[in-house]
Antibody, heavy 116, light 112 residues
C-alpha cells in the first residue's frame, strides 16, 4: 500500500522558516512526480508545488514562488518543502501527494501555524 | 489559471437515494496527449482527501461501484447511485491538464 508520512510542521513566527519532509513507501518513489497541497482547516484544497521524478523540474504556486523550495532525495524516498519568509496566510495543513494521472495518493498532513 | 466550479456547494440526500455533483472547468481539460486529467476526491470528516475517480471515469481500486464519473471537455459529473452513511464528507474535483497550477473545485459538502 502507498504510504506518505509528513513531518516537520509546527508553530513558527512570521518571517521564519520550516522544512517539511514526506517519507514515501509502497511504490517506486523515483518514478513518480510529487506535490505539496495545503488546506486551511475548514477550507478548500490549494496546490503549492510539484517536482518531477528526478528532481530536475519544479513548479510553484504564485503565492509561494521565491519563498518555498521543493526537493527530493530518491535514495531516501523523501520529498521536502523548504518554507522561508513565512506569513500568517501560509498557516495550513500541508499534504504530500503522489502523482499518478493527477493527485492520486495523499498523506495525513502536517500542520504549519505562522503566528507571533 | 483553470477555474473549477462545482455545484451544488452542499446537498442533503436521504440514505439509499442518488446524488450528483457537477464540476465545470473554465477551459477544456483535454490534454495534448488525448487524456482528460479530471479527478474526483472525497474528504471524510477529519481525514485526508482520497481519490475516487481519475481521468473522468476510472474508479480507484477499492472504490465502491456506486460511485461513477462522466463528462467531457469542460463539464463533468460525479454520481453516487445510492448514498450510504459513510459517503458523508466533502467532494472535490481536480484538474491536472493545464498546469501550473493544478486546481481544485471549491468542494461540495454531502450530508445525509
Amino acid at each position: 500500500d502507498v504510504q506518505l508520512v509528513e513531518s516537520g510542521g509546527g508553530l513558527v513566527q512570521p518571517g521564519g522558516s520550516l522544512r517539511l519532509s514526506c517519507a514515501a513507501s509502497g511504490f517506486t518513489f523515483s518514478r513518480d512526480w510529487m506535490h505539496w497541497v495545503r488546506q486551511v482547516p475548514g477550507k478548500g484544497l490549494v496546490w503549492v508545488s510539484h517536482i518531477n521524478s528526478d528532481g530536475t523540474t519544479t513548479t510553484y504556486a504564485d503565492s509561494v514562488k521565491a519563498r518555498f523550495t521543493i526537493s527530493r532525495d530518491n535514495a531516501k524516498n523523501t520529498v521536502y518543502l523548504q518554507m522561508n519568509s513565512l506569513r500568517a496566510e501560509d498557516t495550513a495543513l500541508y499534504y504530500c501527494v503522489r502523482d499518478s494521472a493527477g493527485v492520486a495518493s495523499w498523506g495525513q498532513g502536517t500542520l504549519v501555524t505562522v503566528s507571533s | 489559471d483553470v477555474v473549477m466550479t462545482q455545484s451544488p456547494l452542499s446537498l442533503s440526500v436521504p440514505l439509499g437515494q442518488p446524488a450528483s455533483i457537477s464540476c465545470r472547468s473554465s477551459q477544456s481539460l483535454v490534454h495534448s496527449d488525448g487524456n482528460t486529467y479530471l479527478s474526483w476526491l472525497q474528504q471524510r470528516p477529519g481525514q485526508s482527501p482520497r481519490r475516487l475517480i481519475y481521468k473522468v471515469s476510472n474508479r480507484e481500486s477499492g472504490v465502491p461501484d456506486r460511485f461513477s464519473g462522466s463528462g467531457s471537455g469542460t463539464d463533468f459529473t460525479l454520481r453516487i447511485s445510492r448514498v450510504e452513511a459513510e459517503d458523508v464528507g466533502i467532494y472535490y474535483c481536480a484538474q491536472g491538464t493545464h498546469w501550473p497550477p493544478f486546481t481544485f473545485g471549491q468542494g461540495t459538502k454531502l450530508e445525509i
